[in-house]
Structure formats: structure tokens, C-alpha cells
């Protein structure tokens, strides 16, 4: 008798030679994504007003990529894109579409829409190469639970999906940072260090991100929401901003002077750009200005004045040392490049509409010094005062 060859399933789908999900590949889905492996999709740790109710095939265009909920676009995704939108359709281009992994979740809606919980990034590119359509996870209400909760729980597992597997790409901090922001809008947490860093640790999960960045995220929540007559807090995430404050504030290059911003983490780097910005516009003055990006940390005063102290110390380290190696010790005294100041970030600190001069940072640094000697000295009568009530 012949041994009849069996075919066996394909475990990864030739994204080239066909357009459609088969049953037979449903079926493979099924197989390889095992629920017990996956118990935040699936099991104990899912969300309490999720249910899930299967993995099904369904029409490309049966999911409302668009849908919002509330007034909140339902996107997992800081700005609504993948970083690694490239690597990872090189990768199912030419490897094809990976059927290991848990596949793109949907969620009903009240009024039986389906919803992306996650998944866009392969959406695209599965429209990119004219997939008609998807091997889907559902999830609905569960019963006895608002659709509020049902929402809230959604946010956070939009992001716990993205949480560490490939083709999904990595969560970003951004991403983390978005959804707490969303969820002090909405009412789900408040505006409390130990809500938000609950959040945060929730969507995380397990293996993403170390307790500092997870910290930085919770501080950098805490202090946006701060209340605004007590503070106002800047952050200088990209050059469009900056450019923006300088043009807003009238800081414009002309014939004579060009505003240069540095990073307060790239001192060295800000060095050899001023040189070349100097080499490259000669007579002009080259006014450094650095910015101190994200202010991250719980006292945001104190994050804000270190930055920009470290920063100055390490140019002028820099500067002594190639001085030192490559002229003898000698120091140009009327070099164009001049380290100006600051961009402003904290409303109590100073003038939000000009940049800091050094001497007034180094002032401000005094008094929180001072200050917090002060509250150590009065915390040490306290004590010294309940002894005594004690004996």
C-alpha cells in the first residue's frame, strides 16, 4: 500500500501568492495560539467587562477602522502609526503573514460595530498588499458591566496587546503616556501618583519598560495635570515645538545673530553643531540655547534647574578638555559661539515667554536649596517636639 503524502497546514501565509485567509489557516490560528499561553487575551487576567468570544475570518471592510468612542479617537497608538511600520512589512513582504501570533483584536459596540482594540499597523499592510480580509479575536461586554467600564478596559488593553510580540512592533512610552492622559480625561483614574502609576504598570505588563521609565511616565502625567494656577510646565518633545516657541517669541535668526538649540542630554553634540553653524555663517553670533526636552521626574522645579546645570558643567568640561589636548590650554576670547540660556519650561521659576539667563536659574537653585534645608531643619524640631510629648 502507498503512503499518501498529508499536507500539512501552513503555519505562515505567502502574502504574495494569495489575498484571502482560508479556513484552513483559521484553523492553523487556532492551533498555534493556544489560550492558556495567553491569559490577558484569554483568560484570568483579561479584563473583568471584556468577554471574549472567538477568533473568526471577517471582511476587510465589515471593521470600522475609524470609529470613535466618546470624544476620543479609538487608536492604541501615539499619533496613530508604528515606528516600525517599514521593518515590519519588509518582514511580512517577503516571510509572509506569521500565524503564531495572537491575531488582530476587535471589539462590539453598543450600536454592533466592530472596533480595532489593536492591529493597525497590520491592517495597513495587509491593505497594502490587497488582503481581502482578516483572522480576527472578538471581544463584547460581559454581562452586568457599564459600557464606561467596558471602554476604560479597552484603552488599557489596546496597549497591554501591543506589549512585546512581534509583528506587532513595541509599545512606546508615548503610547503609555497618551492613554494615562485619556484616562484622567474620562474619569477612570485621577490625577493621583498612585493611579497613574497603576495605569501604567497595567499596560506594561511584565516585560516592558524598567521601573525608571515607568516612573518617568507616571511623574510626567502627574505633573501635566498639576493644577494650572500652581504650575505650568513646558515639554520641548521635537524641534517643530521649539522652532515654534522661538518664532512665537520673536527669538528669529537674522544678519547678525542665529539661535542655536541644544539638548540639555547632548552637550557634546551641541558643541560641534554650534562650530559648524559658526564655520558655516561666519560674523554671525551663534547664540546656544538649551532645552531641557521632557521634565519627567516628581519635583519638576528641581528636574528643570539640574538639567541645565549638568548641561553647563559638561560644556565647559568639554571645552577645557579640547582646549587642553588640541591648543595648549588657550581660549579663544572672542569666539561668536556664546551659551545664552535656556528655553523656559516651569511657570515657577520664571517668565514662560523668554529664554532664562544662567545667572537666574543659579538664584532659583539657591532658594530651592535653601528651602528644602529649611523643611528638613523644621522636620527635625517636629521630631525633636514629639519626643519630648513622649517622655
Known amino acids: 500500500m502507498l503512503n499518501k503524502k498529508i499536507k500539512k497546514p501552513q503555519i505562515v501565509v505567502d502574502t504574495r501568492s494569495q489575498n484571502r485567509f482560508t479556513k484552513e489557516d483559521l484553523e492553523t490560528s487556532n492551533r498555534l495560539v493556544v489560550e492558556d499561553s495567553y491569559p490577558q487575551f484569554y483568560g484570568e487576567d483579561l479584563p473583568k467587562s471584556m468577554s471574549y468570544t472567538g477568533r473568526f475570518i471577517v471582511e476587510a471592510n465589515d471593521i470600522d477602522w475609524e470609529s470613535r468612542y466618546g470624544d476620543n479617537t479609538q487608536t492604541a497608538r501615539a499619533g496613530g502609526g508604528n515606528p516600525k511600520h517599514k521593518e515590519i512589512r519588509q518582514d511580512i513582504r517577503e516571510y509572509g503573514f506569521k500565524l503564531k501570533h495572537p491575531p488582530i483584536a476587535l471589539r462590539r459596540l453598543k450600536n454592533g460595530k466592530l472596533v480595532p482594540l489593536n492591529g493597525r499597523t497590520r491592517n495597513m499592510i495587509l491593505n497594502e498588499l490587497n488582503f481581502k480580509n482578516r483572522i480576527v479575536d472578538i471581544y463584547e461586554i460581559q454581562e452586568g458591566y457599564s459600557w464606561d467600564q467596558y471602554d476604560n478596559d479597552a484603552s488599557q488593553f489596546g496597549l497591554i496587546a501591543n506589549a512585546g510580540h512581534d509583528p506587532a512592533g513595541n509599545l512606546m512610552l508615548e503610547d503609555i503616556y497618551r492613554e494615562c492622559m485619556i484616562a484622567i480625561q474620562k474619569g477612570w483614574i485621577k490625577n ?19 521601573k525608571a521609565k515607568r516612573d518617568e511616565i507616571t511623574f510626567r502625567v502627574y505633573n501635566h495635570y498639576r493644577d494650572s494656577d500652581e504650575m505650568s510646565v513646558f515639554s520641548y518633545k521635537s524641534q517643530t515645538i521649539i522652532k515654534n516657541w522661538l518664532d512665537t517669541k520673536k527669538y528669529i535668526d537674522n ?32 547664540r546656544v540655547v538649551v ?56 511657570s515657577t521659576l520664571h517668565n514662560l515667554d523668554k529664554i532664562v539667563d544662567f545667572k537666574s536659574i543659579a538664584k532659583e537653585d539657591q532658594r530651592l536649596a535653601k528651602e528644602s534645608e529649611e523643611e528638613y531643619l523644621y522636620d527635625e524640631e517636629s521630631e525633636e517636639e514629639s519626643e519630648e510629648e513622649f517622655v
Open 192 to 210: 493621583d501618583i498612585t493611579d497613574i502609576s497603576n495605569r501604567v504598570n497595567t499596560v506594561c505588563g511584565k516585560g516592558m519598560f524598567t
Open 255 to 286: 544678519d547678525k545673530v542665529i539661535y542655536y538649540t541644544v539638548s540639555h542630554s547632548t552637550p557634546s553634540k551641541g558643541i560641534t553643531g554650534a562650530a559648524k553653524m559658526a564655520f558655516d555663517n561666519p560674523g554671525k553670533e551663534i
Open 291 to 346: 532645552h531641557t526636552s521632557v521634565l519627567t521626574a516628581f519635583d519638576i522645579e528641581r528636574c528643570y534647574i539640574n538639567r541645565v546645570k549638568e548641561f553647563v558643567i559638561e560644556w565647559e568640561n568639554i571645552l577645557q578638555k579640547i582646549s587642553s589636548g588640541y591648543y595648549n590650554g588657550k581660549v579663544r576670547s572672542n569666539s561668536p559661539i556664546k551659551l545664552y540660556g535656556a528655553l523656559p519650561a516651569v
